[in-house]
């Protein structure tokens, strides 16, 4: 039984180490059967369209482009997830690796949150839109 438990206690740091490379497997494996599936489902559905402009229409919907409400909501998240970090690293475990760590995520989200201001997409939505009243 003690070798066992001290062949359980090698093993301990192995596991460890390859649970995140198992993690992130099982994202990418998913991620790559969602991309899969779109492009299998663009397939199937272009085949009975017969007008290009409609494919291309439909292609454009179907890309994923983040606007930038997006970008300043996933920032104001940033923020304060890096606030509440840091002060879980000053007031409860009193580790300033972690108050850094928390100062850092909150400067990303500062970073995304000026990207979405600098960087507002809204007018190729608006321009979309219009072109597509005007077709019809």
Do not use: C, H, W
Not at 25 to 38: A, G, M, P, Q, T
Not at 100 to 122: C, R, S, T
């Amino acid at each position: 039984m003690k070798e066992f438990i001290d062949s359980l206690g090698a093993l301990t740091p192995i596991i460890g180490i390859l649970f995140p490379v198992f993690i992130v497997l099982i994202v990418f494996i998913y991620d790559s059967r969602n991309k899969k599936n779109k492009y299998d489902a663009i397939i199937e559905v272009s085949k009975n369209i017969k007008d290009g402009e409609e494919i291309q229409e439909l292609l454009d919907t179907l890309t994923e482009k983040k606007s930038s409400t997006d970008l300043r909501r996933t920032g104001l998240a940033t923020i304060f997830t890096g606030i509440g970090l840091s002060l879980l690293g000053y007031y409860g475990l009193g580790i300033d690796a972690v108050f850094g760590a928390g100062l850092l995520v909150a400067f990303i989200g500062i970073g995304q949150m000026i990207a979405g201001y600098v960087y507002p997409n809204q007018a190729d939505e608006i321009n979309r839109a219009v072109k597509g009243y005007e077709k019809k």
